[in-house]
């Protein structure tokens, strides 16, 4: 919604760069993970997912890593663009279960 | 391909009146959620929906909170007797049905308790 962001860890790059945006997620019984794009005064969109038997996952100019020793995911953007600037957050779900539980939030920042 | 709709954006209002909110999600899905957003927060799950039975609801989800999805298509929130923590983003989300899907968040409905 508006004003997401508010007192939220900040990542600030220079168009063209490639960003990491890193997340520990809570539950070590968590099995599906998904990455969300929230603008402001929007919902938060999907950006890639990753179940737990993978530890990597492609998309269009993405990557996430999945870490499960130590619970741990990593958004990863490349050739970051101006438009790419809005808060991320990572969400957790167990299999069965249908709620999403997000992460704080990293707002990133992107720089022409 | 429609995504998810919500009615209205903004709704302002007294503490203590009622309040409703529409979300009709992407046709083909069957699941359907509500989440509540504060400034600076990611969503907080408040309830879900397979076809036209709620499945799940938060502690978050209060007494005078009750939603619905009659036909298994679009569903309401009602808050009634709104107070003033209740001011927040409420976001609806739908997925597939099968297994493992993600969900797909509409943009909406800021509520404001004057």
């Known amino acids: 919604g508006e004003n997401v962001g508010l007192h939220l860890p900040t990542l600030s790059v220079q168009e063209g760069d490639n960003s990491i945006i890193n997340c520990a997620y809570s539950n070590s019984a968590s099995d599906y993970f998904i990455w969300y794009k929230q603008e402001s005064g929007k919902g938060p969109q999907f950006i890639i997912d990753?179940?737990?038997?993978?530890d990597k996952r492609q998309g269009q100019r993405v990557t996430v890593l999945l870490n499960k020793t130590v619970k741990h995911l990593s958004l990863q953007i490349a050739a970051t663009q101006p438009g790419d600037s809005a808060v991320y957050f990572c969400?957790?779900?167990?299999?069965?279960?249908?709620?999403?539980?997000f992460g704080t939030g990293t707002r990133l920042l992107v720089s022409p | 391909d429609t995504g998810v709709s919500q009615d209205p954006r903004h709704k302002i209002t007294k503490r203590g009146q009622n309040v409703t909110f529409r979300c009709d999600p992407i046709?083909?899905?069957?699941?359907l959620y509500w989440y509540r957003q504060t400034l600076g927060q990611g969503p907080e799950f408040l309830t879900y929906f397979q076809n036209e039975a709620q499945l799940e609801k938060s502690r978050l989800l209060s007494d005078r909170f009750s939603a619905e999805r009659p036909k298994g298509s679009f569903s309401t929130l009602e808050i009634q007797r709104t107070e003033q923590g209740d001011s927040a983003m409420y976001l609806c989300a739908s997925s597939r049905g099968e297994g493992n899907q993600p969900q797909h968040f509409g943009d909406g409905t800021r509520l404001s308790i004057l």
């Open positions: 969400a957790e779900t167990i299999t069965g279960f249908q709620k999403l539980v």
């Open positions: 046709s083909e899905h069957n699941r």
């Open positions: 990753i179940r737990s038997n993978m």
